[in-house]
């Protein structure tokens, strides 16, 4: 599977964020420096600071540079003007969105997708489709149209509203899958139901060849399947790197976040800076002796770093591995006195905390 990022894209369209050019190049050569093979940089119709961060960026990265652009002459023409390597046309087959969103029919609808994917070709840049609405979109539809682009590197299905879950994404991926080849399609999933990254990890079991991410799940409404939970997932179930530089991975992800001035709750998986920081008396005692009898990975191995904290809830078990730590003999005296300094002392991190113990 080959991932897409759209952080700049999505993120950008999150109320209240207006990214400038040099914030979204920037990003771009983040992500570029990871190893991804797509960086969707905004949708170029709309103007700068989409347009001319297209530009640059496209000149800039060795990754391919995508624009978005709808199944209409005047977005394919902006998104070639501005150099994208890619243009991802968009458009839905659902009743849903034909009769409320864009209110063309079917064949409308497809025939637009026609014109905008042969011009695009055309114009010397490579087309990608992506099937807004697909998920409620019926199986037999979106497999005839992927058969009718099968000029397209790949036909994307968008979970739009994001009530998907990997149950239905499998029933709806198997069906489609009876009548066309995975390997050509992939999925943009939306992370209303916080079912996102499962979601993804369902398409790759799959063998869907594509899937569109974003760090720390920046997009619209809740975001998208987040980066850095697919890549470690991947990584650590699948032996699945994604292609990437998975040691580069936490800074290069805090990078992109630096560069378009976000940031993420603390809590954040893999991303935030409690999650690998510890402090609970039972769960520090067992991490100095055997860090993964508490961690489901080495943080280190993406590029993280923990964090183990000492002060009133160290308690009297991680008192003993600091004393042993520090090369001084284990006494219940040194026990209840080490203690005692941590609860007034602390909280402290583990190089200050070893000083303490050294000098009991």
């Known amino acids: 599977m080959r991932l897409q990022d759209v952080t700049i894209r999505e993120g950008g369209q ?24 797509f960086v969707q940089v905004g949708f170029a119709v709309t103007g700068d600071p989409d347009a001319a961060a297209i530009d640059r960026a496209a000149s800039e990265c060795d990754a391919d540079v995508v624009s978005i652009a ?56 490579t087309p990608t489709l992506t ?33 998907s879950t990997p149950r239905s994404v499998g029933a709806f991926l198997d069906a489609v899958g009876d009548r066309v080849d995975l390997g050509r399609t992939g999925v943009h ?27 720390a799940s920046l997009g619209e409404r809740a975001g998208n399947t987040a980066l850095e939970e697919l890549v470690v997932a991947g990584v650590l179930d699948y032996d699945e790197p994604f292609g990437l530089s998975v040691a580069a991975l936490v800074p290069a992800c805090r990078d992109v976040l630096d560069a378009l001035g976000e940031d993420v709750d603390p809590r954040k998986a893999v991303l ?6 510890h402090e609970s008396g039972i769960h520090v005692a067992a991490m100095l002796e055997e860090p ?53 002392e602390g909280p402290m991190e583990l190089a200050d905390a070893l000083v303490v113990a050294g000098e009991i």
Do not use: W
């Open 14 to 37: 999150m109320p209240g964020r207006s990214y400038d050019v040099d914030d979204r190049v920037a990003a771009a050569r983040a992500l570029d420096r990871l190893g991804l093979d």
């Open 70 to 125: 709808r199944a209409v002459p005047r977005d394919v023409e902006a998104a070639l003007d501005a150099g994208a390597d890619v243009v991802e046309v968009f458009g839905p087959l659902s009743d849903l969105h034909l009769d409320h969103a864009v209110g063309k029919t079917r064949e409308e609808m497809l025939a637009a997708m026609r014109t905008a994917v042969d011009r695009v070709h055309d114009g010397g840049a």
């Open 131 to 163: 099937l807004v609405d697909a998920f409620r979109t019926p199986p037999g539809v979106v497999a005839d149209a992927v058969s009718r682009f099968d000029d397209c590197a790949f036909v994307s299905f968008a979970d739009t509203v994001g009530n």
């Open 189 to 215: 999933l939306h992370d209303d139901l916080g079912c996102a990254t499962a979601n993804a990890l369902a398409a790759y079991e799959r063998g869907v060849g594509k899937a569109d991410v974003s760090v």
């Open 272 to 277: 935030g800076e409690a999650v690998h920081e």
């Open 292 to 344: 993964g009898a508490m961690e489901p990975y080495d943080p280190a191995r993406f590029g993280g770093s923990r964090v183990l904290v000492f002060g009133p809830k160290t308690g009297r078990g991680g008192a003993r591995r600091l004393l042993e730590r520090a090369g001084r003999e284990v006494t219940d005296e040194r026990v209840d006195r080490l203690v005692a300094r941590l609860e007034r």
